[in-house]
């Protein structure tokens, strides 16, 4: 049995190599019958003896030691995926899934674009025909939503503790009229 002193991590290391071999293969799929037979035990009895070095002390502080271990593996590998995924929208363009010019606008092949920014494309087909003149007129109207790049980069800047949300701007706020409107000073009165 472990000291009242020693840490998590030397629990573990504690253990004889067959019950260090059964708390690795215990906690792949909480199947303790397996993870024994796993582990190199004998079969015959595998159930009954599983549960009984279960009930190990050491063991089962050894199991909540590696459970424990896994789950922040998670959550830091999910933070990073998090973190990545945001990075990538926080930094996205509108032209990096379309094309315009004179001829209007082009939808870039998926295969050569990273669609994680884009929240939505619609498109829709209109016929019209007009019978006097014996003509057929069929309009495509495309529709690209991006994901809210502000809104990443301001979750960027909250993982980074650049900012949190109860953060106020300080600085100075310049305004800018717009060409042809009245001169405004930035007062709302």
């Not at 059964?22 to 037979?37: G, M, P, R, S, W």
């Not at 050569?112 to 829709?124: A, E, F, H």
């Not at 650049?162 to 300080?170: E, R």
């Amino acid at each position: 049995m472990s000291d009242s002193g020693a840490t998590k991590e030397r629990v573990f290391d504690t253990l004889k190599d067959k019950h260090k071999k059964f708390v690795l293969e215990y906690v792949k799929d909480l199947n303790a019958t397996q993870a024994y037979i796993r582990a190199g035990y004998s079969k015959k009895g595998a159930r009954q003896s599983a549960s009984n070095l279960l009930s190990n002390t050491d063991v089962k502080a050894a199991v909540q030691e590696k459970c424990a271990e896994m789950f922040e593996e998670d959550i830091e590998e999910a933070k990073l995926k998090t973190r990545r995924l945001l990075e990538i929208v926080a930094h996205s363009d509108l032209k990096d899934v379309c094309s315009w010019g004179p001829d209007g606008v082009e939808i870039i092949d998926s295969k050569k674009v990273d669609g994680r920014p884009v929240k939505s494309i619609t498109m829709q087909k209109t016929t019209r025909r007009y019978v006097k003149l014996d003509e057929i007129e069929t309009t495509v109207n495309m529709r690209v939503e991006m994901k809210d790049s502000l809104k990443a980069a301001e979750q960027l800047a909250k993982i980074f503790g650049l900012y949190s949300d109860g953060d106020v701007h300080t600085g100075d706020v310049y305004y800018v009229n717009a060409p042809g409107t009245e001169e405004w000073d930035g007062r709302t009165e």
